[in-house]
């Protein structure tokens, strides 16, 4: 297939018929929550969009990301969007290895120069010049500083991408930091989750193809109509919660109910994320259908706040040290209060009052 | 770290561990002063007996009473009561009292929870208005009365505004509810929150007085 | 009987209540100390007070005002001036200043103001004037707080300040320096007793070497209803008990106590447990009197130290125990009584049932006011209030509760076990015109005795 197909084009010679199309095209502005007419306007535009180039980087990541992007095989939606696209690089994918594959990333970036997309998933690591995470002698950040320099967008994909994820945790030996950190001066979106949910990938580059444009984000750089409610907010469980019924242990009569999942840590309440509209694996599940509570993957830091197994409500603290010293300092303090009192007291006991005189 | 981290984390270690400094700084400071024994002969050997009538009948008013205190006790004990299901009632609480204590107990739905908060909120807002309009409250009421009002309000309107989603982001409002939470318990041990400690005491000496004296506590 | 104080505070003796004569001017500050002085030995007092019990009442009031509700003063004016616990304002202040755990925080940061004189001499209408240490207060408060015994408290620290009300200094300095507030010196009461004792034929011990009961008195007795002492001696005699009085501690009130000098106090309650124990006494009789009782009965033993080797008795127990045990008998009474219980001996004593039983064993219908027993109006008389002209107009008005109250309950007689209560009736009968009359419990026992 070449690079100067339009997408329409290129879809008609791989034999996916317009009704497929359409359907794609549906389901995605539905994901997208684009009013039911807005499917033509995407089909036409899409049809006509000229096949961009997208560089995928990859740096202190498990993969995962890549893993849920491309799970299942042709003609998901998944395959299909990544066939609309002309991916010059993506060293998880790409046949080309060594120099070449760098070569080919030069080239695409050259060819492309202000124009292309670029997708990063893994956090960069900034700790000793970078030094921890090199590929063909260059670091990370020198790759991504360059890159993001002819992007036309980032889409950091990815809680690692988006926020530093698990290489960011406490300690964060190697300086891990998130790709917005790097890259001030392009749009970026964040895609978070670990791993985010596939159609929320496609989903956003769907809507870059159509527009032009990326979606409106939030606080946080995440597109807000998937990141605009919390897990809770539309968990199927959610009437349990409104009723105190609650699991205790994953094998109890409240588990096997499917009762909310709040006290065996459910971060439902604090997520932002689409999992509980859009499912994975095809609109199957997601964790909590599966009797897993959240473990708030979406959010920044998710890894750092306290057991998954420890309630929201409950706090997050190291020991019982400061609270020990802090009962003793008061403890401390109340003796020694009283202590002055009394010696006062006693100072003024041995005193002579003075003699009242008549009036 | 964001607010909640915050709140969820150092500042419920130290608004715990400055609730228990205080409690115990004010606690011992009062307890260790000195004491006279009282050498009168006791009518009836009812000290003990006297102490738990007293911490116990305390509670509500004698009858004789009743027809000039109903009105500002029904405030009262419809928002301790409100407090107290709203405190002791929800789920979320419930485990954060056993991930501190190690003791838990069953939750309410959250319909009655809610429904109290609403109502305690109200009769707070009621005790404020006494408060403001009664000429002998108008003439004891202090900064300590005003201020422990505000710090007993504050985690129920937050706490409602959270539930609601009402006023910002959720995890923002959790936080602020959190943190107003906090701001209660540092202040519980230096005002007069501590009222809900030392009621015991002074209940119970007089009942001690007054149960040595066979006479009705 | 003809020192300074005599010129200077002459008795009222033939007014309807017994006290000092109206003062043409009146001298509420004691002493010539400077007002720096004055602050600084009430300070000094009330630092002293404050021991673990005052601590946590004074840190406990969640300013609920419902002591208000209780206090006749407040409930009869409903001027918040007199919400009980705002009485104790002085004494607050310089416990969280001087003694409360935070006390370095107040003076640091001067949390709470130092005490001024204009304040306390402002405090002293409060402390004295509108607080007859009736104990109602206390029963009401949800947090159990005795304001009644702080308000005790207080009162030292105003005596050490020289900052008493005139009249209350008057009687409490007679009664430390005479043996008697009321003029009712050993002299006196001997003459009154000789007089007595022929003008009603009974006899009446006088300083027997030993004895089994001693018999204290109130010098409202001796000098205002002297029928007291022959009704005392008539049940003693008829009961066959070997008692006496003795010249060397006879006083059982206690302007010491009232006024607010602890020492005084001491020396006043000293002489009657001394005058017990030298004559080896198995029982001290106390008279009716309110306050006497609150003062021997429970404060006796702390004054001397240690247990009272003696059993100690107000005058209604001792009858309602010897009516109980039949070896008193009294004639049946056909009449209807209302009953008034004196603070210090019903809600503050302990003792509410022992009158009721004497009543009983009378067969006279008892018609309880409402609120009765542990709950009773005070008559606004105790506490000293009765001796000070200044609280008249007060007294008078929270005095009106009782009469409604008396009235209401259709009683044909009225009585009480208080001789103080009583002189209060009869200046409140005096002042309204009022149609009841109060008698004394023991007097009326004495009048019904089968021989
Ligand atoms: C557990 C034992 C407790 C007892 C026996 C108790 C008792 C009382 C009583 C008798 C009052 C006065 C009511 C009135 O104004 O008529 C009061 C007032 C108050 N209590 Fe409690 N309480 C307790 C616990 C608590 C707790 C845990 C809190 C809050 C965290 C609390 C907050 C308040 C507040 C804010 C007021 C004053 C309201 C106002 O008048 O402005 N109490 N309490
Ligand atoms: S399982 Fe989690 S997300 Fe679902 S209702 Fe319970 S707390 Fe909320
Ligand atoms: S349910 Fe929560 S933890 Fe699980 S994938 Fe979704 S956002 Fe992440
Ligand atoms: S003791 Fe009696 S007079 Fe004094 S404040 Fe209390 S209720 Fe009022
Ligand atoms: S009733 Fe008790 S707690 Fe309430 S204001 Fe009076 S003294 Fe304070």
Known sequence: ?359 | MNLLDFARGPALEWSFAIFLFGVLWRLLGILLLRRVHDYSEPRAHRAALGALQAIVRRTWPRKEFRARTTYGLAISYVFHVGLAIVVFGFVPHILLIRSLLGVSWPGLPGAVIYFSAVVTLAALVMALIRRLTHPVLKLLSNFDDYFSWAVTIAPLVTGLLAVAHYGGRYENLLAVHILSVELLFIWFPFGKLMHAVLFVLARGQTGVVYGRRGAST | MSSDIDTLHPLDIEGTRLTVKKPALRYDRQGDMSDDRRVEAAMRAFVREFGATSAAYLESCIHCGMCAEACHYYVQTNDPRYTPVRKLEPFKQAYKRESGPFAFFYRMFNLKPRVTVDELQQWQELIYDSCTMCGRCTLICPMGIDIAHLVGQARHGMFQAGLVPHELWAVAERAEREGSPLGATPKVFKDRIDWLSDEHGVEISVDREVADVLVSMSSVEIMKYPLAIVATARVLNALGEKWTIRLDGYEATNFGMLSGNAQWQKDLSMKIINAAIKCKAKLLLLPECGHAYGAMRWDGANMYGKPLPFEVLHVSEYLARNLGNGRLKVKNLPKSVTFHDPCQIARRGGATQAPRQVLGKLGVELREMSPSGDVNWCCGGGGGVVTIHRADDLRYKVFQIKMKQVDESGAEMLVMSCSNCRLTFDDGQAHFKWDKTAHSLLELVADNLVQ
């Open chain 1, 1 to 359: 297939m070449s690079k100067d197909d339009s997408l329409g084009e290129s879809l008609r010679k791989q034999g996916i018929s317009r009704r497929a199309f359409m359907k794609f095209c549906a389901a995605t502005a539905s994901v997208l929550a684009l009013p039911p007419g807005m499917a033509t306007v995407m089909a036409a535009a899409l049809s006509r969009a000229r096949r961009p180039s997208v560089i995928y980087l990859s740096y202190q990541e498990c993969t995962g990301c890549g893993e849920s992007l491309t799970r299942s095989f042709s003609p998901t939606l998944e395959s299909l969007i990544f066939n609309a696209m002309s991916l010059d690089y993506y060293e998880t994918l790409q046949a080309a290895a060594g120099t070449a594959a760098e070569a080919a990333r030069k080239t695409a970036m050259k060819e492309n120069w202000g124009k292309y997309l670029l997708v990063v998933d893994g956090a960069v690591p900034v700790g000793n010049d970078g030094v921890y995470c090199t590929i063909a002698g260059e670091s990370a950040v020198d790759i991504l500083t360059e890159a993001a320099k002819g992007a036309a967008a980032v889409v950091s994909v990815g809680t690692c991408a988006a926020f530093g994820g698990i290489p960011h945790a406490n300690p964060n030996p190697t300086g891990a930091v998130a790709v917005s950190q790097i890259v001030r001066d392009k749009p970026v979106v964040n895609v978070s989750g670990c791993p985010p949910v596939p159609e929320v990938i496609t989903g956003v580059l769907a809507h870059y193809l159509t527009f032009g444009s990326i979606p409106e984000l939030d606080h946080l750089g995440r597109p807000k109509v998937f990141f605009g409610e919390t897990i809770h907010d539309r968990c199927y469980r959610r009437p349990f919660y409104d009723q105190g019924k609650f699991a205790k242990t994953f094998d109890d009569e409240g588990a096997r109910n499917g009762w909310c999942l709040y006290e065996l840590g459910c971060k439902g309440p604090v997520t932002y994320n689409a999992c509980a509209t859009v499912k994975w694996n095809q609109g199957t599940s997601y964790p909590i259908e599966s009797g897993h509570g959240c473990l708030g993957c979406s959010e920044p830091d998710f890894w750092d706040k306290g057991s998954f197994y420890q309630a929201l409500s409950t706090g997050t603290w190291s020991g019982a040290t400061v609270l020990g010293v802090a009962a003793v300092a008061g403890a401390a303090i109340g003796v020694g209060a009283a202590v002055v009192s009394r010696r006062r007291q006693a100072h003024l006991d041995n005193e002579k009052q003075p003699k009242e005189k008549q009036p």
